[in-house]
């Protein structure tokens, strides 16, 4: 098996035993009310960092620098490929059985039985002469190849956390802004539930009346659509960062 299989395969192997990992669980937010998301606390960014290592990308991206280096530990004992150790070992039990006879001799049997050990020791040594003189830049290139895998890990961190950070800025708003929207709902259906007595007293017209309940409306959309912005988001920011925000 050749060395590019052989490490292709450990990949594999590495990136199969993450998939045994628990699934990432998401809170379910859909029952909560304004009040409740109001006292949500959020974790610090720093907790969210660290635990955002355990996300399949930085997982991911991890193996492959691990491989890398397990590539560079070959790559430094590349040198003993040029040495050679051989060596068999035969044992076997021989036997010969004749028969002889002419007109002047009577006929005679012969057997004959040894046992016999045959082995054979030996060792050897090639060295091509264009590997010789590439050990040590195919070692530094390993090297590099390690440094690459590691700078891109961290490349595919710090997009990580940019994303982090963004969806932790839209939840602090967004709560506050379901707050101020929730306000907005309740002024409004507390003004249209005053309405439709004056209605009913006659103190308004239907269509002032229909003014009231269209502005409710307004501010109905207005309170849901912010509420689905925000569990949006803190469903988001759970699953990246691997962090669960409501307490079960």
Request: glycine content about 4%.
């Given at each position: 098996?050749s060395s590019h299989y052989k490490y292709k ?15 990432q669980q998401v809170s379910d937010y859909s ?218």
């Amino acid at each position: 098996m050749s060395s590019h299989y052989k490490y292709k395969l450990l990949l594999i192997i590495f990136i199969s035993s993450f998939t045994t990992l628990s699934a990432q669980q998401v809170s379910d937010y859909s029952g909560l009310k304004a009040l409740d998301f109001e006292n949500i606390t959020l974790p610090p960014l720093s907790t969210l960092f660290e635990n955002a290592k355990n996300s399949p990308i930085y997982e991911f991206n991890d193996v492959q620098v691990m491989v890398q280096k397990s590539l560079l530990d070959k790559q430094k004992k590349d040198f003993l490929s040029f040495f050679s150790l051989r060596g068999s070992y035969q044992y076997g039990k021989f036997s010969n059985n004749g028969f002889y006879s002419d007109v002047y001799t009577p006929a005679i049997d012969s057997y004959s039985s040894h046992s016999q050990h045959l082995y054979t020791v030996g060792a050897g040594i090639s060295i091509p002469l264009d590997k010789i003189f590439d050990l040590s830049a195919s070692t530094k290139r390993q090297k590099l190849a390690v440094r690459s895998a590691e700078l891109e890990r961290e490349m595919k961190f710090e997009d990580l956390k940019k994303e982090i950070i963004e969806l932790y800025s839209n939840v602090l708003l967004q709560i506050n802004t379901l707050k101020l929207n929730d306000e907005s709902l309740t002024l409004a259906s507390t003004t249209y539930s005053l309405a439709e007595k004056d209605f009913v007293n006659g103190k308004i017209t239907p269509d002032e009346l229909s003014t009231y309940k269209t502005k409710e409306g307004f501010e109905k959309r207005a309170y849901e659509t912010s509420k689905f912005e925000l569990i949006k988001n803190l469903m988001t920011l759970e699953l990246i960062s691997h962090t669960q925000f409501l307490k079960k």
